[in-house]
């Protein structure tokens, strides 16, 4: 029996995951979008993931250029995490008004997130409906230490600890 959709995306919801902003630039063109599926896959070599819906054109991007950054938001970057979700009306250039930086691959990275890595793609997986990129920290810089941005049941917001 299949599994119903809205249950599904009910249930994964309650999956409390940071939020990324996960750019990529190819031939002038640059392009960013807000990613959760997003983590650490290896230290030697330093490898990491992110999924990527393939009706996304980030992802077709992503896939000819063979490269790209992650940004990773802090607690109050709300706003930010927003934007490159496309959730901002009207918008079209997302990296309007926004600051932003270039490493090894050129890939565009916020340098003012909690952190950034620049990655060269190793490899990539087609699953159902996404695109699961590995890529190769090339580079990478943590800035100042505060709290990550947070996505929990369709909310956005930072880490209480427990006592």
Known sequence: MPVDVSAFKDAMSRWTSGVTVV???HEGERTGLTVSSFTSV???PPLVLICIDRRKYARDLIDRAGLFGVSILRADQVALGKRFAGMIPGMEDRFAGVAWITAE???PLLPDALAW????VQDRHESGDHTIFVGRVVDCQ???QGDS???HNRQWGSFVAAE
């Open 117 to 120: 890595l620049d990655c060269r």
């Open 142 to 144: 943590a800035g100042e």
């Open 23 to 25: 750019t990529t630039a």
């Open 149 to 151: 941005l947070v996505y």
């Open 105 to 107: 691959t050129g890939a």
């Open 42 to 44: 290896s230290i030697a």
